[in-house]
């Protein structure tokens, strides 16, 4: 790929757009200092670490990677070190849903980071990445999902018809997890089709319900944190899974999917509609990965019964320690990694920006290069993380809820018990986790 | 004749059964290793795709950041790492086990057999539960992200089984041999080198081999105690292919080969010690 | 003969030449374990280092008796193991026996034979995590193409099935130890009897059950026991495959153990769970230990 080209190019077509952009900025001298990181690994985090060595260009400091890994091992290994007091490196590879967990190790950014620097991010994830008042994570990158789907199934003349003569209601594109259920259970043909599919393990699934509880009008906790999430509204969410699971509308693995398993079955063909990641949609899109590349749809993820659209979000983020032995260049690292020409690095392989203006401008340069589809994942996802996107409860004991909440998700899909029931035991362990916790 | 050419026949048809049997229980392993020649969008495919129409070595060049998709694994570190851990652990333990070995079989002493039932019951202990006081005892030594820590670990995942085996062939060994070349004025060391080292021989290597594809092939307490390139060894590096959303598989199975060939080729290569080895470990007591 | 052991009677040659192995020993699994066993009588958080400080006596052992989650992880271990262990003997003696057999081009049969040892246990995890996908997986696409079913079959979903997908990629994995050592057993037997029992008329049956097999046994605890030692090498596979799921189906002790001790951050009672697995473990290998020496012993060996 001849990234320079394209680099030159975009320099050309934006130098009108921004007078004073980063270009000028100061990264501060660091001579002889090695800032030592630990950052979360995979292919399509790769692209940003490339740029490391423009910063220790011009700071003179040298980047020691410690290790590189998926978030999950990242976590063991940070809790390790908490328990261990090993917390010798600076910068840390972050998550909204996972930084609560950490406590105080990580030090409070608007006291080293300068307001210039804050100022040009989305407010909102800002917001998402601040833990008891102080903000321990500057956003890389933010996630949210929306719901592609297959164009040309959606457009066929025969669908319509029978659909209308089943449901009665005229095929379309879904406003409404109802009818997302209609017409998932509409196309499937398992097990060569499946109408629509969900990730069913871990905090993946623990997420996608408690997307739809709230898209349902209910709550993971009361004011007072007693869990309320085996309420009627979270029967009514995890009925949802429960029913496309019976009606075989789903994949019948999908208990023990996770987001590869999701993101690859989409790309093969073979489910009609996918609630997913935009990080997912460049894959989607190419040829070489996709079978349903140049016949993909998207749209705002649809609403539950309350009227609100589902909007589970996070952010991969950036962390420095508090005991970092030189706050300075660690925040100048950060405030690199975040910035104007970095964010659009990752907004060009199609990570969702976190800075306002990141938006706007890769908006504008996948028009210029006529990338129509990338233009409209970037419409549909700037909409949705301004409006709808939220984040679990920011406490420490979100993974720990998760585990309890799970596997009783699973029991009830896979038929072991009822919604209620299910949920009704979870919410029992959920309770004792929070007692221990000491919140009532 | 014709008995000569039946005979020969039978032995033919059972070699071809036991290999085709054979082969068929290295099906998925096979998977793997053809996978690994294969794009992600061909393994992976749906209606599947059973021809191999695109072999190719993309998935190796990707790891060691040629071609079009790089990914650029520090793979050299870790494959250096994967053998100076695997090979040291392996002949450390073999010392410390033949001098053990050598007790147990040459020596009686008080509450032997509990000595030796408490050697192997330490080694039971699931790694599992002593990854995480393993991890704040080798942090106060500084030993974490160092060969130093894993290679020590291994040797002791190690000893147990090697001093068993070596025990078991030390005692083949009639005593008198070593006695004999005593009288003829030999100290007690020289009668080891010279006589009782040179039998046990097979079953050292094939100690040998279990300890170095225990320590080649271990994952979950090398992927607690390595950071870096500083010491991460191979098993560990396959978890590289894995990002937050996505899994690799082809880039995986190319790792896989990388990690599977050198262990085979050293298999292969011990093959008659391995099993004279084993013969006489263990068993006879 | 006697003259040369009583020369050196004394403990002190035997216990040096031994310190090496004990001082690892020590080192590398009694210190943790005591360490780790003052922390499972704390409410140890990994994330709070200061709460390893408060002692709560035996609490955390007092819940887990009465964690049903948690007895049903323990019976479904024992199950895994039993069942796993079982089939792998069976298994690994059929090979055995069939290679046995041969006499020309044995060296590759049996390095083929090994072939599944050279994989490490998170790769075998991977390995059987999308050879058992009801949708992509290969099992299922062979399945469907021959014609034999024409559903997707839940390889990892359904309660039954999910069990016996982790135990044959144990299976797999770990037949090629049990196949290995029970042919060491079978080169080591002598022909004497067998030619005995020939020229008697018993029948290739009755060879196998009464001179062959009690034979060979003791080979087949050694390959018990050490695989025994080492079982817990499935956590990688089962993490991978299923992590305990779907809703705690495939859930064995050890995977129970990570997920509360490092997800949870609840070390001080995953600690409790690790030493109950650890007094699991070392039964099973001391069972088959006795079981060893007994055979040892039947066959007019030693001690």
């Not at chain 3, 006795?290 to 040892?296: F, G, H, Q, S």
Request: charged fraction near 15%.
């Amino acid at each position: 790929m001849p990234r320079l080209t394209m680099k030159a190019m975009v320099a050309t077509a934006l130098v009108p757009l921004m007078a004073v952009p980063a270009v000028a900025q100061d990264y501060g001298n660091y001579d002889g200092y090695t800032l030592r990181v630990k950052l979360i690994g995979g292919a399509q985090y790769e692209p940003l670490y490339a740029e490391i060595e423009k910063w220790e260009e011009m700071t003179g400091a040298s980047v020691e990677i410690l290790s590189r890994k998926n978030h999950f091992e990242l976590d063991r290994e940070i809790k390790q070190d908490i328990a261990a007091s090993t917390l010798d490196w600076c910068v840390g590879s972050n998550h909204t849903s996972f930084a609560p967990q950490y406590g105080s190790i990580y030090t409070d950014l608007r006291e080293i980071v300068s307001e210039d620097a804050l100022a040009g991010f989305v407010p909102l994830v800002l917001e998402h990445g601040t833990v008891d008042g102080r903000l321990v994570q500057l956003p890389r990158h933010s996630d949210v999902s929306n719901l592609f789907y297959i164009k040309s199934i959606f457009e066929d003349a025969d669908n319509q018809a029978a659909f209308r003569d089943e449901y009665g209601y005229d095929l379309a594109p879904p406003e409404t997890w109802d009818q997302v259920k209609d017409q998932a259970m509409f196309f499937a043909d398992p097990p060569d089709f499946f109408g629509t599919q969900f990730v069913g393990k871990d905090e993946a699934i623990t997420g996608r319900f408690y997307e739809m509880l709230v898209a349902e009008g209910g709550q993971l906790f009361s004011d007072d944190w007693e869990p309320t999430f085996n309420s009627d509204a979270g029967v009514r969410a995890l009925s949802f899974f429960v029913d496309l699971y019976e009606a075989g509308a789903v994949p019948v693995g999908v208990p023990n999917y996770l987001w590869d398993d999701t993101g690859l079955g989409f790309a093969s063909g073979t489910v009609a509609m996918n609630l997913d990641w935009g990080g997912w949609s460049a894959f989607f899109n190419d040829p070489e990965n996709s079978k349903v590349a140049g016949d993909i749809g998207l749209i705002r993820a649809p609403k539950g019964s309350a009227g609100i659209r589902t909007g589970w979000s996070g952010s991969h983020t950036f962390s420095v320690t508090e005991t970092c032995d030189n706050k300075a260049a660690a925040a100048s690292f950060v405030t690199f990694l975040t910035d104007y020409d970095r964010q659009m690095v990752e907004a060009r392989k199609g990570l969702l920006p976190t800075r306002t203006q990141v938006w706007d401008d890769a908006k504008a340069e996948f028009a210029s290069d006529g990338n129509d589809f990338l233009v409209t994942v970037f419409e549909t996802y700037q909409a949705s993380m301004a409006e709808d996107a939220f984040t679990p409860p920011l406490i420490p004991e979100w993974i720990e809820v998760s585990n309890v909440l799970w596997p009783k998700l699973q029991a009830a899909m896979v038929g072991d018990m009822s919604p209620a029931e299910a949920l009704n035991e979870a919410a029992e362990e959920a309770l004792l986790v929070m007692e221990d916790a000491g919140y009532r | 004749m014709n008995r000569e050419m039946k005979k020969r026949l039978r032995a033919a048809g059972l070699w071809v059964t036991t290999f085709v049997l054979m082969v068929i229980m290295c099906v998925p392993g096979l998977w793997v290793v053809l996978s690994a020649f294969r794009p992600n969008r061909e393994i992976l495919a749906k209606p599947p795709i059973w021809v191999p129409e695109d072999l190719t070595l993309n998935n190796f060049g990707k790891i060691f950041g040629f071609g079009a998709e790089q990914v650029a694994i520090p793979v050299l570190s870790y494959f250096w790492n994967s053998m100076v851990i695997a090979l040291t652990s392996t002949v450390i333990a073999l010392i410390i086990g033949m001098a053990g070995g050598y007790a147990f079989a040459r020596f009686r002493f008080r509450f032997k057999n509990a000595w030796f039932l408490g050697l192997m019951l330490f080694r039971a202990v699931p790694g599992i539960a002593l990854s995480l006081p393993v991890f704040m005892l080798w942090s106060r030594l500084g030993l974490i992200d160092t060969q130093m820590g894993l290679i020590i670990v291994y040797v002791s995942l190690n000893v147990p089984f090697t001093i068993w085996l070596i025990d078991g062939f030390f005692r083949q060994i009639p005593m008198s041999l070593s006695e004999a070349a005593q009288v003829d004025g030999c100290t007690r060391w020289q009668a080891f080198w010279k006589i009782e080292f040179p039998l046990a021989r097979s079953g050292i290597a094939a100690a040998g081999v279990f300890a170095f594809l225990t320590s080649w092939n271990e994952f979950a307490l090398a992927s607690q105690l390595t950071r870096s390139t500083d010491s991460k060894t191979l098993p560990v590096g396959l978890m590289d292919f894995t990002a937050q959303f996505t899994i690799d598989w082809a880039g995986m199975c190319a790792m896989a080969v990388i990690i599977i060939v050198p262990a085979l080729i050293l298999t292969f290569l011990v093959q008659k010690h391995l099993i004279a080895g084993l013969t006489f470990g263990g068993v006879k007591g | 003969m006697n003259r040369f052991i009583r020369r050196h009677q004394g403990t002190l040659t035997p216990l040096l030449l031994l310190s090496p192995a004990i001082l690892t020993m020590l080192f590398v699994v009694a210190i943790p374990l005591v360490f780790s066993f003052y922390t499972s009588l704390t409410p140890y958080r990994l994330t709070r280092p200061e709460s390893i400080e408060i002692f709560v006596g035996f609490r955390n052992y007092v819940r887990l008796f009465g964690n049903d989650d948690f007895w049903a992880a323990f019976l479904r271990t024992i199950l895994f193991l039993a069942i796993a262990l079982n089939v792998e003997f069976i298994l690994g003696l059929g090979i055995a026996l069939l290679i046995n057999k041969i006499t020309w081009g044995q060296r590759t049969l049996r390095t083929i034979m090994m072939f599944p040892m050279m994989f490490s246990p998170i790769l075998v995890g991977f390995q059987f995590k999308f050879i058992f996908n009801d949708n992509i997986g290969i099992l299922n696409n062979a399945l469907q193409s021959l014609g034999i079913t024409d559903q997707a079959i839940p390889w990892l979903v359904d309660g039954k099935l999910a069990m016996f997908s982790i135990i044959f990629a144990e299976v797999w994995m770990s037949t090629s130890v049990f196949a290995i050592l029970l042919l060491a057993g079978l080169f080591a037997m002598p022909r004497d009897p067998l030619e005995a029992a020939k020229v008697d008329g018993c029948n290739a049956w009755q060879t196998f059950r009464h001179i062959t097999l009690p034979f060979i046994m003791p080979f087949a605890f050694i390959a018990m026991t050490i695989r025994s030692l080492d079982v817990a090498r499935a956590y990688d596979i089962v993490a991978v495959m299923t992590d305990g799921g779907p809703a705690g189906r495939t859930e064995l002790l050890w995977t129970m153990i990570a997920r509360v001790g490092y997800e949870n951050a609840r070390m001080g009672q995953a600690n409790a769970m690790a030493y109950i697995s650890t007094i699991l473990s070392i039964a099973f290998t001391y069972y088959f230990f006795t079981k060893l020496v007994a055979a040892r012993r039947y066959m007019g060996g030693a001690e």
